[in-house]
């Protein structure tokens, strides 16, 4: 009987091995977003909002779908684009994709983070930190500036 269980459990952890289960989410394409450029406007004394700028680059499809920063009592992921004449401003409440490989740019103008309820003012030369939650990646947290953006082809700033 001993010799019959020897040879059958070979076969078991032979079949064990070469089993069709699913590999485990480690050992797919793992989800990373590189951040760089992490910008917010100061604000003066008495304004409670303003607006940050960065780019992030996925490795995989995914998407921003929130953002904090102790820095504001709430904080929003925006978009603007011109309607009827006017720019108009909408927070994205799906969140912002993030397509695969490529550089989505938060920029005056465009899709950008909304600060609000900020309690202390934001001055030029300080750095706060953003924490930015995906879809799939792991939560990153950033240093951003603070200060100015650069200025646009007309040679002025635009959005928040």
Known sequence: MIRTLIPLAAVAALLAACSNEPKAASEGPQAAVAVTGALCRPTPVGRQATGCYLTLTSTIADRLVSVSTPAAGRVEIHESKVESNMMMMRELTEGLPLPAGQAVELKPGGNHIMLLAVANPLTEGQTIPL??????????????????????????????
Do not use: M, R
């Not at 939560?139 to 650069?150: F, K, L, N």
């Open 131 to 160: 924490t930015l939650n995906f879809a799939t990646a792991e939560p990153v947290t950033v240093q951003a500036s603070i200060g100015q953006p650069p200025v646009n082809e007309y040679g002025t700033q635009t959005g928040h």
